[in-house]
């Protein structure tokens, strides 16, 4: 079998999930490695989310925090090619902006992959960090293969890399919905609309609590915290802080709208996974967002607080059960394991 070199530095949230379950559904197929090193939000217990087949190496200095330093830049350069010495990989796959970043200096050539789930220049807004991590793209662009998660993603990643390609994110249908089944939903009495994530500047608390105040007869949740907390001051909002995985099912299930008023995205694991749950979505109208939602078909692509507060105002009065139906449909037909399980064989085969 081909060898598979999975390399992160992102090892928790949203990148986890898809790394740990890339992994897992490429071991019957590939052999496969996985470089990583531990973040404050990987699960303790990460071991049992893979596969005994997948191989774990822990590096030292592929982290934020090591990578502040120069030597240790030059350090995690030679442990990177260290370790490729000795598994000699048919294939590099690089996932998020920092093991990107390092990943293509230390690694160039057709069997390179990287994979920046979101482009972080992107996701912080305007500001100098976000121009040097733009920078970084222009000048490694062309050292890997760019794998995204999207179409709109592709569409940036083709400003920077002559050799694109994407496949949607999936979720697993069957463990979430095992999932749910187990789990009572939590009401309120009031029409609820909910987000799930950190409150930072990508998911632009502060149009969210826009959204909220012009809409005062329905509940608003925020499954999570932040730096940007502060800034949900409308007092028809709560703040739950994080919440189990189970509790924050319950109430997804028990909601009635799921928004998501990001900057960008790869694609959002909870976006797809209350497609599944048949929430009404609504989302901002940018990169990943706006290649899963289609306006009017599968729920609503918006630009402005007003434009959410209308539409959730109009689903108040009469809810339009169609456009959750269908982006249920859309998850069984494309946004799930299965269907990304396939198109990843394909494309590693293809190398």
């Known amino acids: 079998m081909k060898k598979i070199l999975m390399i992160c530095e992102a090892f928790g949230g949203g990148v986890f999930t898809y790394v740990s379950q890339l992994c897992n559904d490429m071991v019957t197929d590939f052999d496969v490695y996985l470089v990583y090193t531990l973040r ?117 990643a083709k400003k920077f890399s002559r050799r694109t390609a994407y496949i949607e994110t999936g979720i697993c249908m069957e463990d979430l919905s095992n999932s749910l089944n187990r789990i009572e939903p939590i009401k309120n009495k009031k029409f609820t609309v909910f987000t799930l994530g950190r409150a930072c500047v990508q998911k632009q608390p502060q149009v969210f609590n826009e959204i909220a105040k012009l809409v005062p007869e329905a509940q608003f949740v925020w499954i999570g915290n932040g730096e940007l907390e502060s800034e949900l001051t409308a007092p028809n909002i709560e703040v739950t802080g994080w919440k189990s995985r189970k509790e924050a099912l319950a109430m997804a299930k028990g909601a009635d709208a799921f928004i998501l008023c990001s900057l960008g995205e790869a694609i959002a694991m909870s976006l797809i996974e209350n497609m599944f749950i048949k929430k009404l979505i609504l989302v901002s109208n940018t990169m990943g967002n706006k290649s899963v939602i289609k306006d009017g078909i599968n729920g609503y692509v918006c630009e402005k607080p007003e434009e959410y507060a209308e539409k959730i105002k109009a689903a108040m009065n009469e809810f339009p059960k169609e456009l959750p139906e269908r982006a249920y449909q859309d998850v069984l037909d494309t946004y799930n394991t299965g269907a990304m399980k396939k198109k990843y064989i394909a494309f590693y085969n293809s190398l």
């Open 40 to 156: 404050p939000q990987t699960p303790k217990n990460y071991k049992e989310y893979l596969d005994s087949r997948v191989h774990l190496i822990k590096t030292k200095y592929l982290s934020v925090e090591e990578l502040a330093h120069i030597t240790n830049e030059i350090r995690c350069i030679k442990e990177l090619r260290e370790i490729r010495k000795q598994v000699n990989p048919d294939i590099i796959h690089l996932h998020s902006s920092v093991a990107g970043g390092v990943g293509r200096i230390a690694f160039k050539g057709e069997n390179v992959v990287y994979t920046p789930h979101g482009y972080a220049h992107i996701l912080m807004g305007t500001g100098k960090k976000s121009y040097i991590y733009k920078m970084v793209e222009r000048i490694l662009g062309n050292r890997a293969v760019t794998l995204t998660c999207c179409e709109s993603e592709d569409e940036e």
